[in-house]
């Protein structure tokens, strides 16, 4: 694996615990030399504060040195007509590895058949985000022990959520879960995650309803409405407010259940919740900069890695 563009690549779970006990060793470590003399590029063309700021400080806990670029859409040379295969060409003479978020679809694979080093998917568009699904399963195993025969609730926007699509590739890896794919009519997942579901045999129950769900389910993953993904903002005034976690609502779930959120988190989960032990979603947060260490000396690394 030269890039890391999508969790379609993950084609078994030992892949994944290889990064687990990578992910626990930097946690457990903290910092080290592993990336010394390496400099990883960090090209963001959407809004981000966890994704770019986590990949950063990993880097620079890896003894890495970063170049980046915050707002790529106005700062690059693309605001001067530069295309992507160009911006990247060039960029992939500087750096040994490109971090890279894009607002189009498919920007991470384009970007990686023209790269000479790793491009890593931060997101593309309502494609994918893979490193938040990793941080996201992680999270699950840390908190509840297991990553089989859970009941798991995806709620929000199933259409354009790119931590959604990226998530439901690996939750598929594992047996005997059953999804709860929650969302207004407008925002549902698309058919082929759906029919992707049904080939690898899981189970999923879809609706609209999620106070019916909450005492059922073991992982509540809430997710914001992409607002610059859906075209008037009459359609977003329709769904902004679809679902919103209040104290009442968690008074349903199980003591041992757990809330989770990618953040930013707009109105889905109301703060007064966020000192309930089961609220995740900051703890999700920071495993996210161990994983990435794990990711960036995985693929910054790979001979050590592969047999
Ligand atoms: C997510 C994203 O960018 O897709 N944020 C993140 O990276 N944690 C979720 C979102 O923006 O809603």
Known sequence: MKHLISTEQFTNTGQLEQIFKLTDHYQKIGVSETLKNKIIACIFYEPSTRTRLSFETAALRLGAQVISTENAAQFSSAAKGETLEDTIKVISSYADAIVLRHFEKGASKRASLVSSVPIINAGDGAGEHPTQALLDIYTILKELGRLNDLKIALVGDLLNGRTIHSLINLLSLYDSNTLYLISPRELRLSDIYLKYLKSKKIKFIETADLSSALQHIDVLYMTRVQKERIESIKEYEKVKNAYSLNNQDVKK???????????????????????????????????GLYVRMAILDLFLNKEKYDH
């Open 253 to 287: 779930m199980k003591q041992g259940s757990i809330i989770m959120h990618p953040l930013p988190r707009v109105n889905e989960i109301s703060p007064d919740i966020d000192n309930d032990k089961r609220a995740t979603y900051f703890r999700q947060a920071k495993n």
